[in-house]
């Protein structure tokens, strides 16, 4: 068996964060050779994962990045089995790669694909490297659960304690940064269902409008006159279901979501709201 000096060991601890005796048993296990005993400590983070398989993962992180000209946002989210965990440098800084990487490569869109991009902190190797690594030093069940992106005129927002995000994709020639991060943060804390009334039931809607009708035309009024009601109280009926043109704009409640976009020469086309633990 190949002698293991105290010097390779401290330099396996210091690339990989781990214990002292995990270094110096992979390190034997290996035959000194610190590269096999890298793949070994890999292999271990897998045993983990798999022992902590059935775990719950109600914490974890979402991390929301756009490109400088605003026309694509990205959004991950990464769940685990605890809050110091979640708000750990590690799986912060994790995210954050992964984000980038994501944002760097537009035809990526599925988890799997992007952990096969290359590591940004280590040449030679990939996310899936730095995620194994994570795993082995953090010792509890971590899964990179979804992604998403927006394209176009695109916002995104999340939340300070970064369990809710939101990407926001609107249409129109130009695009206002501070209006979509606006619209995507309406999101994150009014919840809407729908963008727009389309996006209902339309059996549901057909139902309300006929009963509104029916009470409008009740009280004698003509048409043009009931028309009129029945709209005014449609749009009502739309905030009530959580749709978001309708909804009064949180950040200025004398508009409509819908009005504040189109002062700016947009459109709301879609969003898409993550939030840890729903």
Do not use: W
Request: hydrophobic letters at 40%; proline letters at 3%; aromatic letters at 4%.
């Amino acid at each position: 068996m190949a002698e293991i000096t105290a010097a390779a060991v401290k330099a396996l601890r210091e690339i990989t964060d781990l214990p002292m005796m995990a270094c110096k048993k992979a390190l034997q296990a290996a035959e000194g050779d610190q590269e096999k005993a890298i793949e070994i400590l890999r292999e271990e983070a897998g045993k983990i994962q798999l022992k902590r398989s059935g775990n719950d993962t109600t914490e974890g992180r979402i991390t929301v990045l756009s490109s400088e000209d605003g026309s694509q946002t990205v959004m991950l989210e990464v769940v685990c089995e605890s809050a110091p965990v979640a708000g750990g440098e590690d799986l912060v800084n994790f995210s954050n790669a992964c984000a980038n990487q994501l944002l760097a490569n537009p035809n990526v869109n599925s988890v799997e694909e992007l952990m096969t991009l290359p590591s940004e902190k280590s040449p030679g190797k990939t996310l899936n490297d730095d995620f194994m690594d994570m795993l082995n030093k953090i010792r509890e069940k971590i899964v990179v659960s979804r992604i998403a992106r927006s394209e176009g005129p695109t916002g995104g927002y999340v939340h300070h304690d970064g369990k809710t995000g939101v990407l926001f994709q609107a249409s129109g020639e130009t695009a206002d940064d501070d209006l979509l991060r606006g619209v995507a943060m309406h999101i994150a804390a009014l919840k809407p269902v729908a963008v727009n009334e389309n996006e209902l039931d339309s059996a549901l809607v057909q139902a309300e409008r006929d009963r509104l009708v029916a009470e409008a035309k009740a009280t004698g009024k003509p048409d043009n006159i009931i028309d009129k009601i029945v709209d005014g109280r449609m749009k009502t009926f739309f905030v009530e279901q959580g749709v978001l043109v309708y909804q009064p704009y949180a950040v200025d409640d004398s508009k409509t979501v819908g009005q504040a976009l189109a002062e700016k020469g947009l459109e709301a086309v879609s969003f898409t709201r993550s939030s840890i633990g729903d």
